[in-house]
């Protein structure tokens, strides 16, 4: 049988939430880790832009937008229910996340690649990446996740920003006043879905065996 094929970096946030999002609802898929530097003529024949995630479908159809992918998945098999909450509540997930993707995706990338030849100085790009995480500390500060006592989409989807930005600055995130989401960050990458998504794998080599996820679901290997 013909699997979805997912294109992915290993520390793209976004490809990260498709990955993640492909594990939880159980998708069997080969995976092709790639550097996005040095993107194979593979993916840069499917889309127009130059970029990763890009899940290839069993059909040949194209999903190259990691929202997207996340919702295909969760709409095969949403086992906790991600998605299952009212529509007030989805549409306010979404607006957290239209915040995430927009302007605090873009203050996580200026901080983590910050150079001396950056415009502003790291902590400028830190202060601004605050502003977002003061309104993640007022939602966790009465719950366990960002909507509730259960994981919902936004929970997984704004993750591996925070993840990066506590990356860079590790022992500054970890004295800083936001304890709330330290635990919350803390407990997701404990997680065994989130170990199992952030294995690193080498990257992909057109006549190598294919990868495939989750690692279970591959046949043995001989003898």
């Not at 929970?155 to 004295?175: H, I, N, Q, S």
Request: hydrophobic share 45%; aromatic share 12%.
């Amino acid at each position: 049988m013909k699997l979805p094929i997912l294109y992915s970096e290993h520390e793209c946030p976004y490809s990260m939430r498709a990955r993640i999002a492909l594990v939880y609802a159980g998708v069997k898929f080969e995976l092709r880790s790639v550097d996005s530097d040095h993107l194979p003529r593979q993916v840069l024949d499917l889309v127009a832009e130059a970029r990763v995630p890009v899940l290839v479908l069993a059909d040949g159809h194209i999903v190259d937008d990691s929202l997207k992918i996340m919702h295909w998945a969760l709409l095969k098999n949403d086992p906790e229910g991600w998605i299952d909450f009212e529509v007030d509540g989805l549409e306010e997930m979404q607006g957290l996340i239209r915040i995430n993707d927009s302007s605090f995706s873009n203050d996580v990338m200026h901080y983590i690649h910050w150079s001396e030849n950056s415009e502003h100085s790291r902590d400028v790009y830190r202060k601004d990446c605050e502003l977002f995480l003061a309104g993640l500390e007022e939602h966790l500060a009465d719950s366990r996740f960002l909507f509730g006592d259960r994981v919902s989409l936004a929970d997984y989807a704004v993750l591996p920003f925070v993840y990066l930005f506590a990356k860079t600055g590790m022992e500054w995130f970890r004295e800083a006043l936001y304890p709330h989401v330290w635990s919350w960050l803390d407990y997701h990458k404990q997680s065994k879905l989130f170990r199992l998504a952030m294995e690193q794998k080498p990257l992909w080599i057109a006549d190598r065996e294919p990868l495939i996820y989750p690692p279970q679901a591959a046949s043995p290997p001989p003898g």
